[in-house]
């Protein structure tokens, strides 16, 4: 079962706002000890991977304003989340880092210079949510007039698929770096190439920065699920993010989207899919019944709306909270709203004020292992992402209490095995030829 921690660096991520609860330390984020806690606590747990999302923006379209979520601390403020895996690779030696980063707001010739480094830090341990981003707000700041429409930002991520690849596989060879005393050769220049880039979007000549790093192309996450989104995760991903409320209708996304990997001449095994959940969990079914029910006290659902209207560009408050929600096509989420359409705000708000997307589940450990295993059997899932209520409270009860469960029945590892993330996930440490990124431009030869 493949373990993620689903974080942010932020005041709340996805239950709103349970910073409130007594026993939350959402303003620890900004310390550096609550994340080796963090890391430290994953690891022990034999986590896969802690997974750090990412917006460049505020929630602002909820009640045309960025109030409701900066009182409720909706994903603001939010520190830049890549500063914080160096502090947790430091006091660990496995647990791996998704880093979440826009394909329409970064360029790919400075990105991909950032993940060689964090690949080389981290000795291996690198992946990388590819988001194509949603919100004006980001947009806006970073000088565009409003957000790139749903369909180009795509385009143009293809592009800077092609740009990271030629840059992270093709630039320096693997025996470039001599390290030569005795002849004063670092690297040999017949070794480094120019990657000659000149595209719609981007138009990068020259080589690499960094020397090839243990995975070269970090693990490619991607959650995209419009079919743009699922097209390109198809062709790009390792691992793919599903968010649904139900088992059910996550074995028909599941189902589909295993079909379209092999459409797109990938083997359905080179991809990992994984979803969100939210577990409640105490040693007996009474105690974590009435743990939900305190958490419930503190749920806001402006933060919700909020939070909401970011994802789906509607401002709900212009709806009747009891009137059905349609489906209208902009540049937001497309297939939250999608989800979303046929509900009314209150049903939308119950849905997403605790845990966000992803169902929650509340019972004692071996109620939670019961489900998190029924999912995988029925849904066809491989693993989750694991959401929390209260930080770190929710994954210290899931390390303490259901990891040793999924132990005792050979679910989750007792000890790691050793290697890159990749090589713990799929038994190589760079991606394998059947990958789009070993077909761009300059073929090397690597193990
Ligand atoms: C589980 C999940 C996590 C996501 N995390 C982020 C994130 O951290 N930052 C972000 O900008 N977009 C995030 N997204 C958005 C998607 O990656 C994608 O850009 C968005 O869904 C729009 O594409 P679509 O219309 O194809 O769904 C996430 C989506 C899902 C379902």
């Not at 379209?61 to 690779?89: L, T, W």
């Not at 947009?139 to 930002?153: C, P, V, W």
């Not at 402006?302 to 009891?322: E, H, I, M, N, R």
Request: some cysteine.
């Amino acid at each position: 079962m493949y373990l993620n921690a689903f974080e942010m660096n932020c005041a709340g991520f996805q239950s709103h706002a349970l910073w409130r609860h007594p026993e939350d330390n959402t303003p620890g984020y900004k310390s550096i000890d609550y994340w080796i806690h963090l890391a430290k606590l994953l690891e022990k747990g034999r986590f896969d991977a802690v997974f750090l999302a990412d917006v460049l923006g505020v929630y602002d379209v909820y009640q045309g304003s960025r109030d409701p979520a900066i009182v409720n601390g909706v994903q603001v403020p939010a520190n830049d989340p890549a500063f914080v895996i160096p502090v947790m690779a430091s006091v660990t030696k496995h647990l791996g880092f998704g880093l979440t980063a826009s394909t329409t707001h970064e360029h790919p010739y400075t990105f991909a210079r950032k993940m060689s480094t964090l690949d080389h830090l981290t000795n291996g341990r690198i992946g990388w949510n590819v988001v194509t981003s949603y919100l004006n707000s980001a947009a806006k700041n970073i000088g565009l007039a409003q957000q790139t429409s749903h369909d180009e930002r795509y385009a143009r991520a293809e592009e800077y698929m092609e740009v990271v690849y030629k840059l992270w596989e093709t630039s320096w060879e693997e025996d470039a770096v001599v390290v030569n005393k005795e002849k004063g050769i670092y690297t040999d220049p017949s070794k480094v190439h120019d990657i000659d880039h000149d595209g719609k979007y981007f138009s990068v000549p020259g080589n690499h920065l960094c020397e090839p790093s243990p995975q070269r192309t970090p693990v490619i996450f991607q959650a995209g699920a419009s079919s743009k989104g699922r097209k390109f995760a198809a062709n790009h991903a390792e691992l793919v993010f599903i968010s649904s409320t139900s088992a059910e209708k996550t074995k028909n996304i599941v189902a589909a989207f295993r079909q379209e990997i092999v459409q797109s001449g990938r083997p359905a095994d080179d991809v990992k899919v994984i979803a969100a959940i939210t577990p409640i969990t105490a040693p007996t079914t009474e105690e974590a019944q009435a743990k939900y029910e305190y958490y419930k006290r503190y749920i806001s659902r402006d933060g919700a709306f909020a939070l909401v209207g970011g994802w789906t560009g509607v401002d709900l408050s212009k709806v009747d909270p009891d009137e059905k929600v349609e489906y209208i096509e902009n540049d937001a989420m497309r297939s939250i709203l999608k989800g979303f359409a046929g509900m009314t705000p209150n049903e939308i708000a119950d849905e997403v004020a605790l845990g966000g997307l992803g169902p929650v589940i509340v019972g004692d450990p071996y109620q939670i292992a019961d489900e998190l295993e029924y999912w995988m059997d029925y849904a066809d899932v491989d693993g989750f992402n694991i959401v929390y209520s209260i930080t770190p409270g929710s994954f210290e009860d899931f390390v303490e209490l259901v990891v040793p469960v999924l132990q005792e029945r050979g679910l989750v590892r007792k000890e790691y095995e050793e290697g890159t993330f990749r090589k713990k996930l799929f038994g190589n440490d760079q991606l394998t030829k059947s990958h789009p990124a070993k077909q761009v431009g300059r073929a090397i030869v690597t193990s």
